[in-house]
């Protein structure tokens, strides 16, 4: 079935399910059942089709009528229910959305639901929220920059993860493993936290025992390249070089299943994140092979990230591929690549400049002047 097709059926399911809605003398129970199915086709439609629209008649569809039929003190399962299921529609849209607000009322949404979902009473149900809500928490926290939002999200997590058990449910305690890796992460990063980076490796590591590659290989693959970026950042915490040939290892046998004809941004954003572990091993370990490794890795990317289709994306890799390419010239005394390197620094630094991203446009002119420099000593 082509996509249409399947866009069709959606659409087709939803209005199933108003018309079974406003059957005349249906029970108020039933109503919120077909309402609540027909939010969820829609919720689905949005997120799986990037249907923004969907997902707004979704949202609206659980504010105006849902919540209306379960009201707290009569159905307070249900209505946590709905409030959960408002929350994750909230919190995809806003994750498309520039701003937090859409993000913010997610975060409300499900906290209503777990002022009724309790461990005691509904421990399943309060897992899923508890994890759902941690999503979100941590969007959030790295949009605004909290540390404090991070920390909360890292809290949902573990409360998910007392009742998402490996042995009771292995699916979602993988996801929530993957889950909490990426907010390690995130805090091990912004507090340059050596602890919080190796938990985070040691997290992805319990995730791959479960998303294996016979079993669900773009699963597998999505999780080595979050370990490659884990141990990439602790590799450049530390003196010896071993984690950062981890790291390497780790993108490359991710790169087994995501290939360019299966997944190609995926591919294109690993090969970016294995040139930025190759760049900070050749460096550590002045070798120029290695240098050239990571060069044609940022190169690969830019097969698929292009100035016309991500010019922010193309910008960003075209500014690592020259940092590459003007230290590799430094340590052969290489004028002729110097020059392609600063070619590579005044494009993206119009890039910059025209995005109106002030950082990125001062670090670019830097790199022209550096460059400028290094061509001017080789008598350039």
Request: charged letters at 25%.
């Amino acid at each position: 079935m082509n996509s249409e097709a399947l866009l069709q059926e959606y659409r087709r399911a939803a209005e199933f399910y108003v018309q079974a809605a406003v059957l005349p003398g249906l029970d108020l129970s039933w109503q919120w059942r077909y309402q609540s199915r027909r939010a969820l086709i829609l919720a689905d439609l949005g997120r799986d089709f990037m249907d923004n629209a969907a997902l707004e008649e979704c949202i609206h569809i659980y504010q105006d009528t849902v919540l209306t039929l379960v009201p707290n003190i009569q159905k307070p399962l249900d209505w946590a229910t709905t409030q959960n299921d408002l929350g994750n529609a909230l919190g995809v849209l806003g994750q498309r959305r520039r701003g937090t607000r859409m993000l913010e009322e997610s975060v409300i949404a499900f906290e209503n639901a777990l002022s009724e979902r309790s461990h005691e009473k509904t421990p399943l149900e309060w897992a899923a929220t508890q994890n759902n809500l941690g999503n979100t928490l941590g969007i959030l926290g790295q949009r605004e920059n909290n540390t404090e939002m991070l920390e909360k999200s890292l809290q949902a997590f573990e409360c998910a993860l007392e009742v998402r058990t490996q042995e009771n449910s292995p699916r979602d305690w993988a996801s929530t493993q993957n889950n909490l890796g990426s907010v390690l992460q995130a805090l091990g990063q912004r507090k340059n936290d050596t602890q919080l980076l190796k938990r985070s490796v040691e997290a992805y590591k319990q995730v791959l025992l479960q998303w294996t590659r016979d079993q669900a290989p773009l699963h597998w693959a999505a999780t080595l390249n979050n370990l490659g970026t884990a141990l990439r950042m602790l590799g450049e915490r530390r003196k010896s070089p071993r984690t950062l040939e981890k790291s390497v290892a780790a993108y490359r046998n991710a790169l087994a299943e995501r290939t360019r004809e299966r997944v190609p941004q995926d591919w294109a954003m690993t090969q970016n994140n294995l040139g930025a572990a190759l760049q900070k091993l050749g460096e550590r370990e002045e070798n120029t092979q290695i240098l050239e490794h990571a060069i044609a890795a940022y190169e690969d990317t830019l097969k698929e990230w292009t100035y016309k289709q991500m010019p922010m994306a193309w910008a960003m890799t075209t500014a690592n591929l020259a940092v590459a390419q003007k230290t590799l010239a430094q340590r052969l005394n290489d004028a002729s690549l110097a020059r392609v390197a600063l070619t590579g620094f005044e494009g993206v630094a119009q890039v910059f400049r025209s995005a109106s991203h002030a950082k990125y446009y001062e670090f670019a002119t830097e790199q022209v002047a550096k460059t400028q420099k290094i061509l001017k000593g080789l008598g350039d």
